[in-house]
Each structure stands twice: as structure tokens, then as C-alpha cells.
């Protein structure tokens, strides 16, 4: 074991925090988080972390602001409990899709949640396929060293273990999807892959163009970043069905799931719908607690 390192999961994060601390024979630690009765969270550190090396793993979800406070209490307790370093696990970053004023007068929230992190000093920020479509230097926002790994790996051996997947092509419902098409096929002995056009008319309506993809005939993998309403997904899986495709598969890290998303998804009658366990839900069958581990050990040099 690791005597230096403790790793420690918030209210998201308790279940990778548990696995990781296997995967690593690291020590793992405890912490108490609760309610007061006016609603006010109250965090307490009950492991000793002065002097050692923490990993702290919380997703900022479900309770989205709660999860963000929580965290941000956390860090600064741990800091002034004497950690000697910090290294922040974020598996799912909220707030990342509002990087920019898209209307006049808007916050641009993720880099209000960036100055909180930057505030509370963190060594390393370890984030899973986040947003950064228009963040150039995520280390000088978040004020750590930044690192951005992606679940998709996990995701394509999920696939390759459970699947035949002759036969199959790799689709990306949007253009943005094209990194998250590109490294799928890549772990999956290069399948040929592709991208959809999207508009997105409101937060729950997109519009999808198939462009010339062929799928006639073929089984297809969708894979993108988040599910969240599930209106990409159910509109990508239509335009392939329209195309002529056979067996649908999809693959998304953050399964937010929001609403009735899942049942919506359900009625699709899909091969297969898998999600990670960036967040817990009833899709998350792949765990990116191996992708967090070995991101750590080359941080760590162990
Ligand atoms: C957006 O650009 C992301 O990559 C996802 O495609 C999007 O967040 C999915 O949202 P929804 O499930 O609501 O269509």
C-alpha cells in the first residue's frame, strides 16, 4: 500500500473512490456530509490527511449545485487540514456547456466554477471528457495542472468484449462527436466511422442530417459525450434506422439522463445502451475507475 496517498469520494463520487482505492491498494478515507436543518451542507474530514497526498473523487450531478458546494468545502477543508497535495477527480464537470455569452447579459458559468476551484488550490484537476470546445488553457482557469482523459476507451472494450462488432460503424450524432467517433474505432481495430449533422432548436429539440453516411445494412455504434434529454440520441438512431442500419448500439460517458430520458431510450429497442459510471444510472455498466488509475500513476510516477 501506499502510506502517503488517501483516497477520499464525495456523495458522487463514494463508489469510484472505493474502486480505485482497490484498483491501487490505496488507503481509502472517510468523510461525514450531511445537512444542517436549514439545509446548510456540513462536511467533516474524519481520516487524517495532514502531510499526505489526497485524491478527492466527486461528480458535480443530480444535485448539481449541492454536488459543486460540497466539493468546494471539501477541497478547502482539506487544504487547511495540512494535505500536502490535492489532486481533484471530477469525473463529470457541470456547467461546461455554458462557455460563452450566448445571449446578451448571460454568466458564463463554467468559469465562475473555475474560480472556485482556482480559489481553493488544487494540485491537479483530473476531468473525464469535458467540454472544452472553446476553453483554450483550462490549467490557467482552473488554476491546477488540467487534465482532460476520456471514458470512451472503456467504453469500446465494453463493446469489443460483448459485442461481435463486424460489420459495425462508429457514428458521432454531431460534429462535435467526431473526437469520441475517431478514438472508439480507434480501440476498435480502426472500424470505419462518421458524423451527423446537428441543429439544436431548444434544450429537449435537435435536428439531425445523416449528410452521406452509409449504414445501409450494417451495425452501428453511436457514441457521444453526455446524454441528457436524449433528444440527440433518439434522433440520430432514427435517421440511421431511415438509412437502412441494422443494429443499433449507443455508447455515452456521462449518462445524465435527464427526466424520462431513460424511457424514451428504452423504446428505441436498442442492441445495446450503455453509459459510465461517471455518474450512477441505469445504464452505467462501464467503470472509469482503470482510465482514473492510470492517469494517477502518471501523474504520481509510481
Ligand atoms: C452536446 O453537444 C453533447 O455532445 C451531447 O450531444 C448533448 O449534451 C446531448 O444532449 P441531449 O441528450 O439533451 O440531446
Redesign the pocket.
Known amino acids: 500500500m501506499n502510506e502517503e496517498l488517501l483516497v477520499l469520494g464525495g456523495s458522487n463520487g463514494e463508489h469510484l473512490a472505493i474502486e480505485l482505492s482497490s484498483i491501487g491498494a490505496f488507503e481509502l478515507g472517510s468523510l461525514e456530509v450531511r445537512k444542517f436543518p436549514d439545509g446548510e451542507t456540513y462536511v467533516r474530514v474524519l481520516t487524517k490527511v495532514d502531510g499526505r497526498t489526497v485524491v478527492y473523487i466527486n461528480s458535480l450531478q443530480r444535485n448539481v449545485n449541492e454536488a459543486i458546494f460540497e466539493t468546494i468545502l471539501t477541497i478547502d477543508a482539506l487544504r487547511d487540514l495540512g494535505a500536502k497535495e490535492v489532486i481533484a477527480v471530477i469525473p463529470y464537470m457541470s456547467y461546461a456547456?455554458q462557455d460563452a455569452r450566448f445571449n446578451p447579459g448571460e454568466a458564463i458559468s463554467i468559469y465562475t466554477l473555475a474560480k472556485m476551484f482556482k480559489a481553493v488550490k488544487i494540485d491537479h484537476l483530473i476531468t473525464i471528457d469535458m467540454?472544452l470546445h472553446r476553453i483554450s488553457n483550462p490549467s490557467d482557469l482552473f488554476g491546477a495542472n488540467f487534465h482532460n482523459i476520456t471514458g470512451v476507451r472503456e467504453l469500446a472494450k465494453y463493446f469489443e468484449r460483448t459485442h461481435d462488432i463486424e460489420n459495425t460503424v462508429v457514428i458521432g450524432?454531431?460534429e462535435?462527436?467526431e473526437q469520441w467517433a475517431k478514438v472508439m474505432s480507434e480501440e476498435l481495430n480502426g472500424l470505419e466511422y462518421a458524423v451527423l449533422k446537428?441543429t439544436r432548436i431548444t434544450?429537449?429539440k435537435?435536428v439531425i442530417e445523416t449528410g452521406g453516411v452509409n449504414v445501409a445494412g450494417k451495425n452501428v455504434i453511436i457514441v457521444?459525450?453526455?446524454?441528457?434529454?436524449?433528444?440527440?440520441?433518439i434522433e440520430a438512431v432514427k435517421a440511421l434506422k431511415e438509412l437502412g442500419a441494422r443494429e443499433i448500439m449507443v455508447g455515452a460517458v456521462h449518462p445524465l439522463l435527464?427526466g424520462n430520458?431513460y424511457n424514451r431510450l428504452l423504446r428505441l429497442r436498442l442492441k445495446d445502451l450503455v453509459g459510465t459510471n461517471t455518474i450512477l444510472s441505469p445504464i452505467s455498466k462501464v467503470s472509469v475507475a482503470p482510465a482514473i488509475y492510470s492517469e494517477l500513476i502518471t501523474i504520481l510516477s509510481i
Not at 459525450?225 to 433528444?231: C, E, L, R
Open positions: 456547456r467540454h450524432p454531431d462535435e462527436a446537428k434544450a429537449e435537435v457521444d459525450d453526455i446524454i441528457s434529454t436524449g433528444g440527440t440520441i435527464i430520458a
